[in-house]
């Protein structure tokens, strides 16, 4: 890596919030617009399809007190900042005891939703 490559990556650093960013958006507004678009695709889903569901608890029977897991089927979900807990439980109307199915990766959440909803 040369030294101006390196020095295109201090730059996409934002040394008064700490956060990594793109000159548009940083990081952390990126991953909350995408919990915000994922939350209302299941509202907006739910009523279609009705297997839009949330837990508290993984598969494992794990929990991690800053997490929750919201989902469309078996096959898109994604662990959610309790900070939205109360948005998700108001539009998602099936609550699980435990998240049946933890084991797809990101990948097969990308190629479900494009091969499946796009």
Known sequence: MTLQEVQAQINLFDWERWELHDWYHTFNELYEHRVLLFLAWCKNID????????????????????????????????????KYRELAWRIIRNKLDKW?????????????IFNNYL
């Open 47 to 82: 009523h279609l399809e009705n297997n839009v569901r949330y837990s508290s608890t993984n598969s494992d029977w794990s929990k991690r007190p800053w997490w929750f897991v919201a989902g469309i089927g078996d096959e898109v979900s994604y662990h959610i900042p309790i």
């Open 100 to 112: 049946l199915r933890d084991w797809h990766n990101s990948q097969d959440v990308v190629n479900t």
